[in-house]
């Protein structure tokens, strides 16, 4: 007898005792249990809460660009790849959900982005590293070169940091999560960056 499991509470069950949801032109199998235990004002949200979380891990777990650690920086950067060995030295699956890093001015205001939509993949970080570049030489002024690279790794990583917990809250309905988590996720690094 074939089986399979319930996608809301993962139990197993044998094919004929799950009910199959049709649901963004997909069939998704949920248990008797969970279908009583749900509220009809609430399902849709829900449902789609569920299906998107569902979606995204199955995704990391399939694209092996995302499975991995390993983080690709187009174009290449000599400081970015400082910035990420440094990050990765902390934790060895920092990159792990993330496909790659791109350097570019695409948001001229911020030191970094993510971004959805037609044609936008949520998990590319963007960096601004002329922005970035800019804003550390001035605030550091003259104090001697090895000083300032290692300042510039430092905000790198901070800023990777930051966009990184925002792609890591990214939901299809919601966007990136808020600004405070980023912030924190970038206070919660600097200790251990100095």
């Known amino acids: 007898m074939k089986s399979d499991n319930c996608l809301v509470c993962g139990q197993e069950f044998s094919k004929n005792e799950l009910?199959?949801?049709?649901?963004?032109?997909?069939?998704?199998?949920?248990?008797s249990r969970c279908l009583s235990h749900s509220n009809p004002e609430n399902d849709f949200a829900e449902v789609k809460y569920i299906i998107s979380g569902y979606m995204r891990f199955a995704q990391t777990v399939t694209d092996p660009e995302l499975a991995s650690p390993q983080i690709r920086v187009e174009p290449a950067d000599t400081l970015i790849q400082k910035a990420v060995d440094l990050l990765k030295s902390k934790n060895p699956n920092f990159f792990v959900g993330v496909r790659k890093i791109v350097v570019d001015a695409g948001q001229?205001?911020?030191?970094?982005?993510?971004?959805?939509?037609?044609?936008?993949?949520?998990?590319?970080?963007?960096?601004?590293?002329?922005?970035?570049?800019?804003?550390?030489?001035?605030?550091?002024?003259t104090l001697p070169q090895d000083q300032k690279e290692k300042e510039m790794v430092?905000?790198?990583?901070?800023?990777?940091?930051?966009?990184?917990?925002?792609?890591s809250k990214y939901k299809p309905e919601s966007g990136f999560g808020d600004e405070g988590s980023a912030q924190q996720a970038e206070k919660q690094l600097e200790p251990k960056l100095k």
Request: with cysteine.
């Open 108 to 141: 001229p205001g911020a030191y970094g982005y993510v971004e959805s939509g037609q044609g936008k993949d949520p998990t590319v970080i963007h960096i601004n590293l002329q922005k970035l570049k800019a804003e550390v030489q001035a605030k550091l002024g």
């Open 154 to 167: 430092r905000q790198l990583a901070m800023t990777i940091a930051h966009e990184k917990d925002h792609l």
């Open 19 to 31: 009910l199959v949801l049709l649901a963004s032109a997909q069939n998704y199998r949920v248990c």
